[in-house]
Every structure is written in C-alpha cells, then in structure tokens.
C-alpha cells in the first residue's frame, strides 16, 4: 500500500520560516520524482517544486525560487520543502506527490499525500 504523510505545516508570521515533511511508503523510493503542489481556498493546485534523480537539477516555480528549497533523504524515504521568507499569498495546503517519470504537471502525479496546512499571518 503506498502512502505520502506530510507533516511540518502551521501558523507563521510573515518573514518566518517553517520545513515541510514527507514520508513515503510502498514505493521504490530512490527510483521516483517526488515533487510538492499548493492549493489555497478557491484556486487551483499550482506546482512548487520538484527533485528527481541525484545529479539532476531540482525544478522550482517562480514563487518558490529563492525562497524555498526541495531535498530528498533517500535513506530516510523523506522529501523535504524548507520554506523560508513566507508570505501571506503562500497560505494554502501543501501536498506532496510521487510520480515515475520527472514532471511539472499534477495529473501526471500518481500518488498524494494528505495535505498539511500552512497559514502565513501578516
């Protein structure tokens, strides 16, 4: 059985900084792209941040780049989103996704985690 559990969400003020988690099970860890989306109330999931292989390059969007940070623990089966500089507009639920093939697109995502809240203050 495959499971993605998030953790490390919560209330920040402006400027703070918080490291999501992710624990995956069921899969062969080091052999999938494993990548974090963000969904506020009322819009649509919008992609974050990617790591697929060692050796290869992480993928960030633009409002995560410089600001946030993707890393996998293969030995721990764990991906990471250190976020630091947060905003109130970063308020939204963070998933984590798994998927065999490198990519940017959510529908091509085959596995998700639960969700952990982040909420930003201002």
């Known amino acids: 059985q495959v499971q993605l559990v998030e953790s490390g969400g919560g209330l920040v003020q402006t400027g703070g900084s918080l490291r999501l988690s992710c624990t995956a099970s069921g899969l062969p860890f080091s052999k999938i792209a494993l990548a974090w989306f963000r969904q506020a109330q009322g819009k649509e999931r919008e992609f974050v941040a990617c790591?697929?292989?060692?050796?290869?390059?992480?993928i960030s969007a633009d409002v995560a780049k410089g600001r946030f940070t993707i890393s996998r623990d293969n030995a721990e089966n764990t991906v990471y989103l250190q976020m630091n500089s947060l905003k109130p507009e970063d308020t939204a639920v963070y998933y984590c996704a798994a998927s065999f093939i490198p990519t940017l697109k959510s529908s091509d995502y085959d596995y998700w985690g639960q969700g952990t809240q982040v909420t930003v203050s201002s």
């Open positions: 790591v697929t292989w060692p050796g290869e390059p992480t």
